[in-house]
């Protein structure tokens, strides 16, 4: 991906943005099918934003509002809200069965200890269509959202356009690393396999600029996640996501297809016996810029020297 005058109406400096071969509604219906189960392997999702809450602290800012971009069952607000008290807290997601898992998670008692405290609200949308004014939120946070959209180059002048000027994107989501010993165990035993596709930070920073953001910065970081057995690694990887691709393959593989997958994972057990998997995580932040005024234009004159002079010897 390269950047010069493009055609994409919402980034129109980037030419042939990375696209990923699927739809939002198939997203949204692999999310609703495993919310009930998601909380049980969740452990991945909350160290990464716990690692992205942490670049806050070196960041000065004082938000009124913030936008959880993703927010799933809404394990961010409180760390959110309690880093920032006073703050109104607004959770998007394209997932009903998300949001709902996080409204239903808060019993009485927390209904009770919420009283008094800062506004907050879900909302079911597309993170290419947010349901808010322009320049109406100061902090626009996704933790482990953008590399699901089909598109992800339309994120980006969507949370530009509803960030107030001076206001921070603060984002994470998986490299192209992620989950590699997976990925070739897969083309080793299910040679016409399409895995999920994630874009190279380098790509997500020439988004940030396209779209008109300031000061961009983005770094990543590989963590590895090691696991018992085969299928403990295949049980956490469909229970944090599915791959949405629609040229997926269709059918079940074979029974010597996951006997081969199973084996090709097995011989990747180190001393200790264990199976270990690369997690490889972009994180990324920017600012939106204040509005620029135009300076009234200056009209320039210019006057032939002959014509001063002979203006000066008629004098």
Known sequence: MSLGPGTSDLTPTMIDPPRMPARVATVRRQFDRRAARFAAHDALAREIERRLLDRLDVIRLAPSCIADIGCGAGHSRSLLQARYPGAAWLGIDLSPAMLSLGAAGAGWLARMRSIGAAPHGRVNADAAALPLQERSVDLAFSNLM??????????????????RPDGLLLFSCFGPDTLKELRAACLQALPHCRPLPFVDMHDLGDMMVASGFAAPVMDVERLQMTYASPADLLREVRALGANPRDDRGIGLPSTRQCHELMAALGARRDADGRIGVTIEVAYGHAWRPQLRVARPRIEEVSIPLAQVQASLRQR
């Open 146 to 163: 953008v590399h699901w959209h089909p598109v992800p180059h339309v994120l980006f002048p969507e949370f530009f356009r509803v960030l």
